[in-house]
């Protein structure tokens, strides 16, 4: 995996694609695990503090893009979102790595105390780490599936890759729909929004929190009235955006079932409308604009210009 610092420069936002694949490339995950994946992809993210703008489970790998807000995911976590955070990912659970139930936590960090300090801490370094997350998201997935499905060892082929987006740019809405037409370039969807495992589809499907996580393609654009633009307004963009580049397939699709009518074209390659993202997939490094390229760059870390 291309290393990078865990957590984003102190006071600035980030985005990043993550991706990883089952063992051997095999076919294991089916609906039920889709929906399993979904469910703790949503309770991690809460705990961890990120904002999911949108995702892609399919059979044999899955498609994250996280946005990551410091302020929110660690730096000002009071004691009761604390609480409330570790109630969602473990609920009446009790947790191995401090020993205590909810209802324990919040008794102890009432008390304070040393303790209390290390715990806060402990908990908080969980947060805001897209390390930490992609770890606890696999592994909870693999003791599920290992479980349910009666069997023993590694579930994943690798750890996870990733890519650093620049926040709300062009390349940031070309890599979410990148992210949501992949069921329909492996052919399990006609269009991403018929797909419920996916965010587009989640959206679509009436999931308020999905539509409005897709705010975060274009957050950071500002009219002349210094306003950011409604997060249904930027999801209705994006939605005809994604629906474009789909009848644009279709026709590619039925061109070749003309010319080539013994060539399977199940599965035809995605043509992303912006033609300086073409062929984006998502491996390492960082995509966006020149100029924040730069800025990564001369912020230090391992980023570096490449000839």
Known sequence: ???????????????????????????????????????????????AGLDVITFCFLKNHFHILLHIDPKRAYEHVADDELVRRFRTLYGSKRSPSIGADTEGLEALLEHGGERATRVRERLKARMGDVSVFMRELKTRFTFWYNRNYQTVGTFWAERFRSVLVEPGSEALRTVAAYIDLNAVKAGLAEEPTSY?????????????????????????????????????????????????????????????????????????????????????????????????????CQAGGPFRPVN
């Open 1 to 47: 995996m291309p290393k990078y610092t865990k957590r984003p420069m102190p006071d600035e936002e980030a985005c990043v694609h993550v991706m990883s694949r089952v063992v051997q490339k095999r076919f294991l995950i089916d609906d039920r695990g889709m929906e399993e994946m979904r469910r703790i992809l949503r309770t991690q993210a809460e705990f």
């Open 196 to 296: 419920r495992f996916c965010g587009l589809g989640e959206a679509t499907m009436g999931n308020r929190r999905a539509r409005s996580a897709y705010g975060w393609l274009m957050r950071r654009r500002r009219g002349r009235t210094g306003s950011t633009r409604p997060s249904e307004e930027i999801f209705s963009e994006y939605a005809a955006h994604v629906e474009r580049i789909v009848k644009r397939l279709q026709i590619e699709r039925a061109a070749n079932q003309k010319n080539h009518p013994d060539t399977l074209s199940d599965q035809p390659p995605v043509v992303e409308e912006d033609p300086a993202a073409e062929g984006y997939r998502g491996k390492k490094g960082a995509i966006g604009s020149a100029a924040w390229i730069s800025h990564l």
